[in-house]
């Protein structure tokens, strides 16, 4: 007679098959050497730290405000790449799409103001990120090179949300991005280029919308997602958070 | 060149003769690294051209207006499809940007002020497109206007007349 059903028993039973063991080759992580291991052979665990000191992830060493702004970004792919599927980038089929999603579509609304609310509060909170980097001095070395990939995370994120700006094919989308290109072509010599390569065209117009959509779904998530990827591993590279004796917990 | 070097470091000492080997391996990955370069740099030129659009389905930058007994005198006229004011002064017609030149808002004409106004950023301009106040870095341009042959008014966008050139009607 065949011993009862028990949780526990098929999870071991799972551990045994040869699928699971090709994937998990470490086995359980049950020593500090295994669970080390388990990091160290993981795509997405090995650039982040195997061990954190203790009072880097008390609240006032950074206020999650990295993380936060990591979380968002994947809800901003997630939600994105969601809306993408009813979002056609042509005039003026954008605009009507866009009122689709907010009037038609189910959940619609929902996604349409989860990508836009979590898009303004990443910006928020990447600038909130940097001052308070700044203010702790986590610019200094060993983290001069992270504090330049962090710059370079602010633009890409800025530009994003100005690229997403465009999208809705509203008033507010052609006029803010009539006056922002029009700032472009203000940088000397190439400043007038630049804008016509931009916008693909003298105006604001169908290339315009088209290229704004390629850079705002495409190019700029690849770069912010490499970047990403550099950011965290060189945290970990340059012993973890900048951390004061005043952020609290037991001095480690 | 960098073979006329190599040759040239030979005749001063006898370290590069002796070891010819690694004077081509040199000379070999700076050829690559040169074609390389020059790839990457061509590349990069033909993707911009790539990118600048040859065609564009842009409206005209010529339009006509209509006759010019549509334009009482003494009147200000703005055409919204074409972005421009029409002019009427006892000297006679002059077509005036409603595009202001700071950021690219469009204008709009105050009569009780006698003054164009900018709603983005607050320039003011008086009706000859001169600035009052305000951001806007050069006045605003003077198109120029014409007649036709079958008598309308025709403006071109893209020629800029001097300030104060009219068309006598």
Same mark, same amino acid.
């Given at each position: 007679?065949?011993?009862?059903? $028990? ?7 799972? #551990? ?5 063991? $090709? ?12 669970? $080390? ?10 650039? /982040? ?12 060493? $950074? ?32 605009? #009507? ?18 990508? #836009? ?104 998530? /690849? ?30 | ?8 470091? %030979? ?16 000379? +070999? ?10 790839? %990457?740099? !061509? ?7 790539? +990118? ?16 010019? =007994?549509?334009?009482? +005198?003494?009147?200000?006229?703005? @055409?919204?499809? &074409? &972005?421009?004011? *029409?002019?009427?002064? =006892? &000297? ?10 700071? @950021? ?24 000859? %497109?001169?600035? *009052?106040? !305000? ?11 014409? +007649?036709?042959?079958? !008598? ?5 966008? @893209?020629?800029? @007349?001097?300030?104060? &050139?009219?068309?006598?009607?």
């Amino acid at each position: 007679m065949a011993t009862p059903f $028990s949780l526990q028993g098929a999870l071991e039973q799972l #551990r045994t098959t040869r699928v699971w063991r $090709s994937i998990f080759r470490r086995g359980p992580a049950r020593t500090n050497r295994t669970r $080390s291991l388990a990091v160290f052979g993981n795509l997405f665990l090995h650039f /982040l730290p195997v061990k954190v000191r203790e009072k880097s992830l008390r609240v006032r060493a $950074s206020y999650y405000l990295g993380s936060i702004s990591f979380f968002l970004f994947l809800a901003l792919v997630i939600s994105g790449v969601l809306l993408m599927f009813y979002y056609h980038p042509a005039a003026p089929q954008a605009y #009507r799409d866009m009122k689709d999603l907010r009037f038609v579509v189910s959940n619609g609304v929902f996604l349409r103001n989860l990508h #836009r609310l979590a898009a303004q509060l990443m910006v928020l909170l990447v600038f909130w990120h940097m001052f308070h980097v700044f203010y702790r001095g986590g610019y200094k070395p060993p983290h001069e090179f992270n504090w330049v990939v962090g710059v370079f995370l602010l633009i890409v994120t800025l530009f994003l949300s100005y690229t997403g700006y465009l999208l809705p094919w509203d008033q507010l989308a052609f006029w803010a991005i009539t006056v922002g290109t029009n700032i472009i072509s203000a940088m000397p010599v190439i400043g007038k280029k630049v804008r016509f390569v931009s916008l693909g065209g003298n105006l604001v117009g169908e290339n315009a919308l088209l290229r704004f959509y390629v850079l705002h779904c495409v190019v700029l998530p /690849l770069i912010a997602i490499l970047l990403i990827a550099v950011h965290f591993w060189r945290v970990q590279k340059d012993g973890g958070l900048t951390v004061r004796e005043s952020d609290g917990g037991q001095g480690k | 060149m960098s073979e006329t070097k190599k040759s040239s470091d %030979g005749k001063n000492g006898p370290a590069a003769s002796s070891k010819p080997g690694a004077t081509r391996r040199e000379f +070999l990955n700076e050829v690559a690294t040169g074609a390389l370069g020059i790839a %990457g740099l !061509g590349s990069m030129v033909v993707t911009y051209r790539f +990118l600048s659009p040859n065609v564009l389905f842009e409206p005209p930058t010529t339009f006509r207006a209509g006759s010019p =007994d549509l334009y009482p +005198l003494n009147s200000v006229t703005y @055409l919204q499809d &074409q &972005q421009v004011y *029409i002019v009427r002064t =006892d &000297q006679g017609f002059y077509a005036v940007s409603a595009v202001c030149t700071h @950021l690219g808002c469009i204008t709009q004409w105050k009569p009780e002020f006698e003054q164009i106004w900018c709603p983005c950023h607050g320039s003011k301009f008086r009706l000859d %497109g001169t600035k *009052i106040e !305000g951001p806007a870095p050069r006045p605003l341009p003077h198109f120029s206007i014409s +007649l036709t042959a079958d !008598g309308e008014l025709q403006v071109d966008k @893209l020629e800029v @007349l001097p300030l104060g &050139q009219v068309l006598k009607v």
